[in-house]
């Protein structure tokens, strides 16, 4: 399962696995991102908020992650990984190549600072 909140006026998305995720937790999330999206032109930030990567309930799953990344990483600015899970925190190196957006790691108890991060106004934000 994937816990979402939008963060509005600032354009936040943040995501909580808590359990392995499901084809639908993807329709789930483009039903509430995609219309602030069309409104905006894109999200300030995506805070990925994780113990530990839950894994995939499925192919299916796995597919529809793909591709969400595939129709929504280009709008999106920041992306702030928030977790203390070894694996998790290298995600940010890997991503940095292959999706088109400012990546950084922070362990749980800077939560609050990667908040403020996705807050802060940069001229590709503006």
């Not at 909140?5 to 808590?18: A, H, M, N, T, V």
């Not at 990344?69 to 709008?75: D, L």
């Not at 609050?112 to 940069?122: F, G, N, P, V």
Request: hydrophobic share 45%.
């Amino acid at each position: 399962m994937l816990k979402h909140q939008l963060l509005l006026p600032e354009g936040i998305l943040i995501l909580e696995p808590d359990a392995p995720l499901e084809a639908t937790d993807f329709d789930a999330l483009a039903c509430e991102i995609d219309p602030y999206i069309v409104e905006h032109g894109k999200l300030s930030g995506l805070m990925i908020h994780a113990k530990a990567f839950p894994g995939w309930a499925n192919v299916d799953a796995f597919l529809a992650h793909m591709q969400f990344v595939k129709s929504h990483h280009q709008k999106i600015v920041r992306l702030a990984m928030v977790t203390d899970s070894k694996l998790l925190g290298e995600l940010p190196k890997i991503a940095g190549h292959l999706v088109h957006v400012q990546v950084k790691h922070f362990s749980e108890s800077q939560h609050e600072d990667a908040l403020r991060w996705l807050k802060e106004r940069t001229p590709a934000s503006t």
